[in-house]
């Protein structure tokens, strides 16, 4: 007891550092956790408060007073623990804790027994789960995937299906970072199919949302951009399907940071992808009598001020009303462009480029051509306005299918392309 009691206590520290807060969790109920924690937004560099977030994960310690380091691997014991921990309805990590405070090691307990529900029981099967990372490497891997699971469950799958200690430097994964983390998984190298439904595509922008609100990750994805540009160009270039070639120490430690520019291009053909999805979106609100209100304060307000600004107001308010479905589409939509404007703009800021030089270093470093959004790359060279370019990206589809007369800037863009582009 007094071992599990120590080992309990320096998880709990690690996870305070990780910005991971604790809570008691009841052990008369103990199915294979031993506390559940949740990850916070930190806001600045040093905020110790953060804000707290629904983005939950359980944690089960094994101590021992024999002593390891952190380059010696250790196992945690399944035992009865299996079932639980395969289908938990939360992330569940089991950590291998030298109580002297040498090592604390940690791997996701669903990675390991991924796929051996599909396994007939035999002799030797799995007994134990090998935890061979220290949980301060594994602190971004694991945030990301508390972060993931809340909001974009089909991306924790696909995260959750590698192990912390999963290394591809052929692929260019960077486990310190959250951006290639999430590109590797659901990006243009991903070993998945791309996502398949209108839900899929706006869960990921929900979640990039959040990890670029969280001060910890923002400054890893700057960070991330400006070590890539330090690392300066390689002779490979990628096409969606293409296959990465082997490549020399030099070049492999250049693309172990090409993550995020190749995530900020495919967010690009991810907002693109909401055209093919559009049939599969099936949720409808219900109009109800605060939607009908709101109809009609916003139709006073223009009978007293017949403004550009007040017919938008009405006319969003009554699609919201009589076609609800549309105008969850259109929120969506914009959503998704307000996110890749901020993180577009944030990035070109940091690395002090205008929005022509960053696209040229997201086509040099990420293996991104214009031809994969053209009408979006030509406006915004003539325009250097993201959120312009992206809706004049999807103007043709979005005109159809939902209100979308207060996008003018688009529209006018779109004018002044060449009638072949039109």
């Known amino acids: 007891m007094k071992s599990a009691a120590e080992a309990l206590a320096l998880l ?48 089960q310690s094994k101590g021992t007073d024999d002593s390891f380091t952190d380059d010696q691997a250790r196992s945690v014991q399944i035992k009865q623990h299996e079932e639980y921990w395969k289908n938990a309805t939360l992330p569940v990590f089991v950590a291998r804790i030298s109580n002297d405070g040498a090592a604390l090691l940690v791997e996701d307990a669903l990675s390991s027994l991924h796929g051996l ?58 486990r310190q970072s959250a951006w290639s983390l999430l590109d590797y998984s659901a990006g243009r190298y991903s070993s998945f199919p791309v996502p398949g439904s209108w839900a899929d595509v706006q869960q990921y922008f929900t979640l990039v949302d959040y990890m670029y609100e969280d001060w910890t990750f ?62 599969t979106l099936t949720a409808e609100p ?64 940091a690395l002090g480029y205008t929005q022509a030089e960053l696209v040229a270093a997201i086509g040099l470093y990420g293996g991104y051509s214009s031809s994969s959004g053209s009408t979006f790359y030509e406006i915004l060279s003539r325009t250097d306005d993201v959120q312009t370019a992206l809706q004049a990206a999807l103007y043709k589809w979005a005109a159809k299918s939902f209100y979308l007369l207060h996008w003018e800037s688009a529209a006018r863009a779109i004018e002044e392309l060449p009638p072949s582009m039109r």
């Open 286 to 349: 219900m109009p109800s009598q605060q939607s009908l209100k709101a109809m009609e304060a916003r139709r006073a307000a223009y009978g007293l001020d017949d403004s550009t600004e007040n017919v938008h107001a009405y006319n969003k308010a009554e699609e919201a009303h009589k076609k609800p479905k549309e105008a969850l589409a259109r929120k969506d939509v914009e959503d998704a462009i307000g996110v890749i404007t901020l993180v577009w703009k944030g990035a070109a800021t």
């Open 117 to 174: 529900a599909l396994i007939a029981p035999y002799q030797d099967r799995i007994k134990s789960i090998p935890t061979t990372v220290t949980i301060q490497s594994a602190a971004t891997d694991i945030r990301l995937r508390m972060f993931a699971h809340a909001l974009a469950p089909w991306i924790s799958q696909r995260l959750r299906a590698r192990t912390l200690a999963h290394e591809d430097t052929l692929r260019g994964l960077n």
């Open 12 to 59: 709990e520290k690690a996870l305070r550092t990780m910005e991971v807060y604790h809570f008691p969790w009841p052990q008369e109920v103990d199915s294979g956790i031993d506390l559940v924690g949740f990850a916070t937004l930190t806001r600045e560099a040093g905020d110790k408060r953060g804000a707290a977030t629904a983005f939950v994960a359980g944690f």
């Open 218 to 279: 923002r400054q890893q994805l700057f960070e991330d951009l400006k070590n890539r540009v330090s690392a300066g160009p390689d002779d490979q270039e990628y096409g969606w399907d293409d296959e990465p070639l082997l490549v020399g120490p030099k070049q492999s430690a250049a693309q172990a940071r090409t993550g995020a520019f190749r995530l900020l291009g495919g967010m690009i053909e991810l907002l693109l992808r909401f055209e093919s999805c559009h049939p």
